[in-house]
Nanobody, 120 residues
Framework: QVQLVESGGGLVQPAGSLRLSCAAS????????MGWFRQAPGKEREFVALISWTGGSTNYADAVKGRFTISRDYAKRTVYLQMNNLKPADTAVYYCNAGWLTSTTPGDYWGQGTQVTVST
C-alpha cells in the first residue's frame, strides 16, 4: 500500500524554525509533484507549497513566501518543508500530499498529518 509518512512537527516559539519531512513508501513518487497542505482549527485545508517532479519548480502560498522552503531528496524518496520565522498563524496540522497536485487541487495521496504549534 502506498504510504506517505510525515515527521518533524512540534511546539515552537514565534520566530522559531521547524523542518517537516515526508517519506514516500514507493519510488514512483519520484515521478510526481509533491507538496504540503495545512488545516488550522475551524478552517478549511489550504495549500502551502509544492515542488515539481523534476525539483526544478516550486510554488508557495503568499502567506509563507520568503519563510518556507520546499525541497526533495530522490534517493530518500523524501520531501522537506523548512519553516523559518514561524508565526502563531502557522499553527495547523500539516499534511504531505503527492500526485498531480496544483496549488488549487491536491493529489490523490495523503500523509497522516503532523501538528505544528507556534506559541509562547
Amino acid at each position: 500500500q502506498v504510504q506517505l509518512v510525515e515527521s518533524g512537527g512540534g511546539l515552537v516559539q514565534p520566530a522559531g524554525s521547524l523542518r517537516l519531512s515526508c517519506a514516500a513508501s514507493e519510488r514512483t513518487f519520484n515521478n510526481y509533484p509533491m507538496g504540503w497542505f495545512r488545516q488550522a482549527p475551524g478552517k478549511e485545508r489550504e495549500f502551502v507549497a509544492l515542488i515539481s517532479w523534476t525539483g526544478g519548480s516550486t510554488n508557495y502560498a503568499d502567506a509563507v513566501k520568503g519563510r518556507f522552503t520546499i525541497s526533495r531528496d530522490y534517493a530518500k524518496r523524501t520531501v522537506y518543508l523548512q519553516m523559518n520565522n514561524l508565526k502563531p498563524a502557522d499553527t495547523a496540522v500539516y499534511y504531505c500530499n503527492a500526485g498531480w497536485l496544483t496549488s488549487t487541487t491536491p493529489g490523490d495521496y495523503w500523509g497522516q498529518g503532523t501538528q505544528v504549534t507556534v506559541s509562547t
